[in-house]
């Protein structure tokens, strides 16, 4: 059986690429959608997704040159998918090392912290989730036909035979 950390990672490189590659076929109206409870347009919340990544990152590997700020303007959807391949597969090698016991330090909103490098594979995990269900509730009012394509669920990515 596959270690299921890995495979939680490997199913967050799935959807999150399933979901830009599906984003990559709307229109301006629909990118520049938006609803109150989410993040923000379409657009804005898969560069915050992809970028917010490679911030986890950085908290395991030290800052990087040439990483999707946060607040950066969205980049199109070829460079977008090439930041999440990097990021994907750099969290998931974090995640095959088994870094149980490793302690991340740094500074969060001015705020020293101490965290097991554990805690911060699960925040990366549910915060890319978070967003993106953010987007799937902005685009299924809109009329966004959200079917099977667009299942990003564990189900989903079984069905897709992405699983290992």
């Known amino acids: 059986m596959a270690d299921v950390g890995v495979e939680a990672f490997r199913h967050n490189l799935w959807a999150n690429l399933r979901l830009i590659d599906a984003c990559a076929t ?8 938006t609803t109150e409870g989410t993040y923000g347009t379409v657009r804005d919340t898969l560069t915050h997704l992809v970028a ?18 946060v607040d950066a303007p969205f980049v199109g959807f070829d460079k977008l998918r090439a930041y999440a391949v990097a990021n994907g597969q750099a969290l998931l090698d974090i995640a095959s090392s088994k870094p149980a016991d490793r302690v991340l ?3 969060y909103r001015g705020e ?3 965290m097991p490098a554990s805690v911060m594979l ?3 995990i549910n915060h890319s ?4 269900a953010h987007v799937l509730s902005i685009l299924g009012p ?8 667009w299942r990003l669920d564990g189900i989903g990515y079984f ?3 992405a699983h290992v």
């Open 26 to 33: 709307l229109d301006e109206a629909d990118l520049s959608a």
């Open 52 to 69: 917010a990544e490679g911030n986890y990152l950085v908290e395991f590997n030290g800052p990087t040159e040439g990483r999707l700020m």
């Open 105 to 107: 330090k740094g500074n």
């Open 112 to 114: 020293p912290y101490e």
């Open 122 to 124: 699960v925040h990366a």
């Open 129 to 132: 989730t978070e967003h993106r």
């Open 142 to 149: 809109r009329g966004v036909a959200v079917g099977p394509g």
């Open 159 to 161: 069905q897709a035979g």
